[in-house]
């Protein structure tokens, strides 16, 4: 079935640093793919999406491309800031009629000033 | 910039008690579901809801959940005899017809004791 794997966490940087959070993905076919964040005490945010392979989702800075040769969908970015704190979830839609989204365990992001 | 709200923002109740959860979903969308996180978790699917019925269930959606769109706005989730293991965050999201990508309302905590 539809499932999405993602990097365990906690991960600590400092800012600045370069980031990458690792997302593989099981599907038959090829889900729109989401990255969603967290803010501490909020709810889902939707950072980016792809809906094809090889499509480019970029907001704020971060980026993850769809590579359906290693389903991978992998969030990237050059220069943390304290401020991108947060927890991010990898999340597909899934083959089932409503759409609706499978997540990711989620990977805790902690910048140190 | 419309956005999915979600009240009461947190909710005590004993077990064996009923709650209902309420949202309002974002206003020209169709497409409206219930997730929940129980702490420390990933994000799990509940049940879909489409044109006043509902499209698809989770196992974790049994006979003690309802949901119903009571009126034009609201999106209201049910747990008939809340257990202890009801204790979790639980979030409504909402979509459009077109396009996979779904927004999600802040969450309402529910805590069981």
Partial sequence: ?113 | EPEVTQTPSHQVTQMGQEVILRCVPISNHLYFYWYRQILGQKVEFLVSFYNNEISEKSEIFDDQFSVERPDGSNFTLKIRSTKLEDSAMYFCASREGSGYEQYFGPGTRLTVT
Avoid at chain 1, 58 to 66: I, V
């Fill in chain 1, 1 to 113: 079935g539809d499932s999405v794997t993602q990097m365990e966490g906690p991960v600590t940087l400092s800012e600045e640093a370069f980031l990458t959070i690792n997302c593989t993905y099981t599907a038959t076919g090829y889900p729109s793919l989401f990255w969603y964040v967290q803010y501490p005490g909020e709810g889902l945010q939707l950072l980016l999406k792809a809906t094809k392979a090889d499509d480019k989702g970029s907001n704020k800075g971060f980026e993850a491309t769809y590579r359906k040769e290693t389903t991978s969908f992998h969030l990237e970015k050059g220069s943390v800031q304290v401020s991108d704190s947060a927890v991010y979830f990898c999340a597909q839609v899934s083959s089932g009629s409503a759409r609706q989204l499978t997540f990711g365990s989620g990977t805790q992001l902690t910048v140190l000033p």
